[in-house]
């Protein structure tokens, strides 16, 4: 069995991944460090952004 790619763990577990990523935003935002959550949210949006641009698009959505 071929070994997987970083891209391929990352997208089967992606789910997993942003839960991750709001959560320790959510823990930097209590620890009053805004900025740092808002790097980690925009972490967590551009791998969001990312896999929707890899779905294939419905015939009725542009």
Do not use: Q, W
Not at 9 to 36: M, V
Request: with cysteine; proline share 8%; hydrophobic share 35%.
């Amino acid at each position: 069995m071929p070994e997987e790619s970083v891209g391929e763990i990352a997208e089967l577990y992606l789910g997993n991944l942003l839960y991750a990523i709001e959560r320790c935003a959510l823990s930097l935002e209590s620890d009053e460090k805004p900025l740092d959550a808002a790097f980690y949210r925009g972490i967590g949006r551009k791998l969001a952004d990312a896999h929707g641009r890899t779905k294939p698009r419905s015939p009725d959505r542009p």
